[in-house]
């Protein structure tokens, strides 16, 4: 079912559970009134103007998320005529973008100079399309909500001795769950970074392959081993940056030109081995996304050996990449953002509020096109 029909049910019975609740409270307060002549009469007056409310309450509730739904299959409907002769078009003739875009990506994985300067332009990105993004965040806010997307290539690395650091089969399921998670939470469609890749908002949610996974062949410390956080982005300055833009520009070869440009630039999730700024110990982050990059990695699972799979890993890491911040564990148990986070195996701690959703819809990788 699409997911803008299934939003729509979901409103709909809320509306519907609004008019039980508001006819409960008219009834209390009428029962609750006074007895005596002329409160009696105020009291009854009063009843009827709030069951009337009620009354009036439910039907614009009703008719506004069935105005709202027909809005965005409509916009579902555009996007997918749209997207077919866009992606078709992409894939044969985009590569030579992507070739200009390749030169261009090198100037930038160039240590400290190019990576500031890829730096300042991705802020610059976020300012320009969370501004283009406006006209969505209003119709998010009011419920409208149509199908995005987000552009995913996942990279698993090999150890010294040429082992991939994880099964690729772990990974996928790790990935079905981001997939799983932005769909239901924010109507936001996870698809590969490949050519051809047709999709429509009236679909089923994707399901993971594992030719969404690719095993790279380089063997480096300074990206097995990569660094979070204040030291992370001190190490995207140097080597560390400059070989993960390297590995994204070289095993995520397609729509590198809509790395350059920003719109809907694909995330390069890389499979790790370490984060040493961490305690290995308790493996408190199963992974990272410093938002300036347009890359996340994921630590090895289950961290430590023998303990449970983070479920959440890569969707939370990619909450990081699409404009998302950690939240209090104590006031947020739920939501996806929540931390401390590590061992996490209840999928239900997946949940993103109302303004996490616009945020995450704002998203430069996040787009309908």
């Known amino acids: 079912?699409?997911?803008?029909?299934?939003?729509?049910?979901?409103?709909?019975?809320?509306?519907?559970?609004?008019?039980?609740?508001?006819?409960?409270?008219?009834?209390?307060?009428?029962?609750?009134?006074?007895?005596?002549?002329?409160?009696?009469?105020?009291?009854?007056?009063?009843?009827?103007?709030?069951?009337?409310?009620?009354?009036?309450?439910?039907?614009?509730?009703?008719?506004?998320?069935?105005?709202?739904?027909?809005?965005?299959?409509?916009?579902?409907?555009?996007?997918?005529?749209?997207?077919?002769?866009?992606?078709?078009?992409?894939?044969?003739?985009?590569?030579?973008?992507?070739?200009?875009?390749?030169?261009?990506?090198?100037?930038?994985?160039?240590?400290?100079?190019?990576?500031?300067?890829?730096?300042?332009?991705?802020?610059?990105?976020?300012?320009?399309?969370?501004?283009?993004?406006?006209?969505?965040?209003?119709?998010?806010?009011?419920?409208?909500?149509?199908?995005?997307?987000?552009r995913l290539c996942t990279v698993i690395l090999r150890d010294e001795k040429r082992t991939p650091i994880m099964d690729t089969a772990a990974v996928v399921h790790l990935v079905q769950n981001a997939v799983d998670v932005f769909r239901r939470e924010a109507n936001v469609r996870i698809i590969p970074v490949a050519p051809f890749q047709y999709d429509s908002g009236f679909a089923g949610g994707e399901q993971v392959s594992e030719d969404w996974v690719g095993i790279d062949g380089v063997a480096d410390s300074d990206t097995l081993d990569a660094p979070c956080d204040a030291a992370g982005f001190g190490a995207d300055l140097v080597l560390t940056g400059s070989k993960f833009t390297y590995l994204a520009d070289t095993n995520c070869f397609f729509q590198r030109w809509r790395d350059v440009v920003g719109y809907g630039a694909p995330v390069a999730c890389f499979v790790i081995r370490s984060i040493p700024d961490d305690d290995d110990k308790s493996c408190g982050a199963n992974g990272c996304g410093l938002w300036i990059t347009d890359y996340i990695t994921l630590r090895r699972q289950p961290c430590p050996p023998g303990s449970a799979v983070d479920e959440r890993a890569v969707a939370h890491e990619l909450g990081h990449a699409c404009n998302l911040w950690h939240l209090g564990a104590s006031s947020n148990p739920d939501n996806l953002m929540g931390v401390p986070w590590n061992g996490v195996a209840d999928l239900s701690q997946t949940s993103l509020s109302w303004w996490q959703v616009l945020l995450v819809r704002a998203s430069k990788h996040v787009t309908y096109f």
Request: glycine content about 4%; hydrophobic content about 55%.
């Open 1 to 150: 079912m699409p997911a803008c029909l299934e939003w729509g049910e979901e409103r709909h019975q809320e509306c519907s559970r609004y008019e039980d609740h508001g006819y409960s409270s008219c009834d209390d307060w009428d029962k609750d009134c006074c007895d005596w002549w002329p409160c009696s009469w105020g009291c009854k007056l009063i009843t009827w103007v709030c069951v009337a409310w009620v009354w009036i309450s439910n039907i614009v509730c009703v008719a506004w998320t069935w105005i709202t739904t027909a809005v965005c299959l409509v916009w579902d409907v555009i996007t997918t005529i749209v997207n077919a002769v866009l992606v078709t078009l992409e894939s044969i003739v985009g590569w030579v973008l992507d070739a200009l875009a390749f030169i261009i990506e090198l100037v930038l994985a160039i240590p400290i100079l190019g990576r500031i300067i890829e730096w300042i332009w991705n802020l610059a990105l976020f300012v320009f399309y969370t501004v283009l993004s406006l006209v969505d965040i209003v119709a998010g806010l009011i419920g409208i909500r149509p199908e995005k997307k987000l």
